[in-house]
């Protein structure tokens, strides 16, 4: 069983979904605590509801960098985190994090990647352009972090039909279904693959 921690910053519905395939049986991780971008969001009380320890890190509180690595990097490590999870999370991860993660850090894209990716591209803000652009299709990517915003080698994609009724608040929710799944199987292989 791996350490998993899992960073977010709204409701947490993928790290609801994390939490109720840990006790699977081809499940090969533990959630070992969340860390959270701000007080009073949704997937605090999940947490607290399933015991898992959290952690608020905001971005907003640090004057520089360093000190936000820092903050950071403590709350890794009484975590004891050997994987992150990135399900939401709306601040940049310093790059020394990401560096010393390399391949054991993955984030959960609501698009079909490299579409619809990159600065800018997060929330609502995804669909609504999914649906300006008049795509046929959408869905989700799970894929490895790296430096550079969504750019990561794909782990695995859902593709999901938009409806030409779809609003983007509908297609949000429908995609988000999928995303779920997704993301439980991408890092199942994820640490599978770091074992190999
Ligand atoms: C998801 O759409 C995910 O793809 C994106 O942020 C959203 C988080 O949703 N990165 P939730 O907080 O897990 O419900």
């Known amino acids: 069983m791996k350490n998993v921690v899992v960073f977010a910053s709204g409701s947490g519905s993928n790290f609801q979904a994390l939490i109720d395939a840990q006790s699977d049986s081809n499940s090969n991780y533990r959630i070992s605590g969340l860390i959270a971008s701000r007080e009073n969001i949704k997937?605090?009380?999940r947490a607290e509801t399933s015991n898992i320890p959290h952690r608020i890190v905001s971005k907003k509180e640090y004057s520089d960098e360093s000190?936000?690595?820092t903050a950071i990097d403590a709350a890794l490590l009484e975590f004891q985190a050997e994987f992150i999870v990135l399900a939401g999370y709306l601040s940049?991860?310093?790059s020394s994090i990401i560096d010393k993660y390399r391949n054991r850090i993955i984030n959960?894209?609501?698009s079909?990647?490299?579409k619809f990716g990159g600065k800018g591209f997060y929330g609502i803000n995804?669909?609504?352009a999914v649906i300006a652009a008049g795509e046929k299709q959408s869905g989700?990517?799970?894929h490895y972090v790296t430096e550079n915003y969504d750019e990561g080698d794909v782990i695995e994609q859902v593709i999901v039909p938009v409806l030409e009724t779809d609003s983007p608040e509908i297609l949000q929710q429908r995609i988000l279904t999928h995303e779920h799944s997704c993301l439980i199987s991408s890092l199942i292989k994820t640490?599978?693959?770091s074992e190999s």
């Open 191 to 193: 640490i599978q693959k």
């Open 126 to 128: 995804v669909h609504s």
């Open 140 to 142: 989700c990517t799970v």
């Open 108 to 110: 959960i894209h609501p």
């Open 112 to 114: 079909l990647l490299p």
């Open 67 to 69: 000190t936000f690595v």
């Open 92 to 94: 940049k991860i310093p």
């Open 43 to 45: 997937a605090i009380q």
